[in-house]
């Protein structure tokens, strides 16, 4: 008898709880509306700091850009520096011993 009333229980208990069912989660509704944090006033500025910012980002980029591919190497050396101490006197500018 227990074992029919054991396979039952899950269902009975179910059908009993039906309207006990609370939501584990519930959504808040923030109402946050237009209030900036802490009085900080956001404007939106004029059109010419718009567009002057525009363009002066542009140029940076721009330079940066250009000189990252035309002037690579002063990133990044690709030749190896030549050892010191195989160097002439000459080609390190010392003058000739005059005797």
Known sequence: MSLIF???RPIVTT??????IVALQQNSIRNSGDITYRG???SKGTKF???????????????????????FDHLF??????????LTNEELGIPP???
């Open 15 to 20: 059908l009993v709880r039906q309207n006990k």
């Open 40 to 42: 900080h006033v956001v």
């Open 97 to 99: 011993d005059d005797e």
């Open 49 to 71: 700091t718009h567009y002057s910012g525009e363009l002066l980002s542009f140029f940076l980029w721009y330079w940066i850009l250009y000189h990252c591919w035309y002037d």
């Open 77 to 86: 050396h690709d030749s190896h520096f030549p050892d010191v101490k195989k």
């Open 6 to 8: 054991g396979r039952l």
